[in-house]
């Protein structure tokens, strides 16, 4: 039987699945924190990618288990074994984000299970890695890009007669270059709203206050 590079979480052992289902579960003052319930979409996704690739290198070699725990199945061995061929096909950065990614699977899948040592093979690897492409090559003085986003607000109020879009827009983009370059936030929560529609902070704040 042939299986794909990356198992699909559909496709993990039932035992799998249903573990990553409660870390993400909602928590109430009953139940125990569930470590993996404030990821975000994106970040799971990262983490069911390198996992899934974990498993199907099992799968591949007759190691799957499924009645095993996947703490049980992370074993130094087959780790090395599993990194090595990582290795083989991709960049050595990805090959570090791909064990991070079973890493960080484990710890919310296993937390009781020490695992210590393969977050200091992730730390290992990652110090290992090279870049596949020289970024440093590609980047902008941030002084010009500084001085760009000036520019631009500037003509935004030089010229608003161009027309109202045209200006605002300009005057916006340049805003968010100059605050980009003075203040590097992730941009994901550079243009996310700041709170989702219909919701917002209450008059109780977070000190547990009531609405009368």
């Given amino acids: 039987m042939s299986y794909p590079l990356c198992l699909k979480p559909a496709d993990w052992p039932v035992i799998d699945q249903q573990r990553w289902r409660d870390a993400r579960l909602m928590t109430n003052f009953l139940s125990g924190p569930r470590p993996a319930r404030k990821w975000s979409p994106k970040r799971c996704r990262i983490v069911e990618q390198g996992y899934g690739q974990w498993l199907s290198f099992q799968a591949r070699n007759g190691q799957l288990d499924p009645a095993q725990s996947p703490e049980a199945r992370a074993t130094p061995e087959r780790i090395e074994a599993f990194v090595t061929q990582l290795r083989q096909?991709?960049?050595?950065?990805?090959?570090?984000?791909?064990?991070?990614?079973?890493q960080r699977m484990l710890a919310v899948i296993a937390p009781a299970h020490d695992l210590s040592w393969l977050s200091v093979a992730v730390s290992n690897l990652k110090r290992l890695a090279k870049p596949s492409r020289d970024r440093l090559a590609h980047m902008v003085d941030p002084r010009q890009l500084y001085h760009l986003g000036l520019d631009l607000m500037k003509e935004a109020t030089r010229n608003p007669d161009q027309g109202?879009?045209?200006?605002?827009?300009?005057?916006?983009?340049?805003?968010?270059?100059a605050s980009l370059v003075c203040c590097p936030v992730r941009i994901g929560n550079f243009t996310q709203e700041p709170y989702p529609s219909g919701s917002g902070p209450t008059m109780g704040g977070d000190k547990g206050g009531c609405l009368g």
Avoid: F, K, N, P
Wanted: glycine share 14%.
């Fill in 89 to 102: 096909r991709v960049a050595s950065e990805s090959a570090a984000m791909m064990l991070q990614g079973v």
């Fill in 164 to 177: 109202g879009y045209h200006a605002s827009t300009m005057g916006r983009d340049g805003l968010m270059i």
